[in-house]
């Protein structure tokens, strides 16, 4: 445990960002399995927003996100040809 008073604020301040980020990271995952499991245009633009929400807040990088909205898309057309 930390010893200083600034340290300990810290701590906190880190459990804190840390519930939220968590938070955040729950719904992105359940967004993107949702949208593996049934590929519709409403769950894409779900999942779209959650990653835009993660990458904007900082707990997922922009490129990070870019590259799942890429492979997400690509399975929403793949599904489009495959029918």
């Known amino acids: 445990m930390p010893v200083r008073q600034s340290a300990i604020r810290t701590l906190r301040v880190q459990n804190r960002r840390r519930i939220f980020n968590l938070r955040v990271m729950k719904t992105v995952k359940s967004a993107i399995r949702e949208m593996r499991q ?36 690509a399975l929403l057309t793949s599904d489009k040809a495959s029918v």
Do not use: Q, Y
Not at 38 to 65: C, M, Q, R, W, Y
């Open 38 to 73: 049934n590929p519709t245009v409403e769950n894409l633009k779900k999942v779209f927003s959650e990653l835009d929400t993660a990458a904007k807040k900082g707990i997922i990088h922009d490129n990070k996100a870019s590259r799942i909205k890429s492979r997400l898309s």
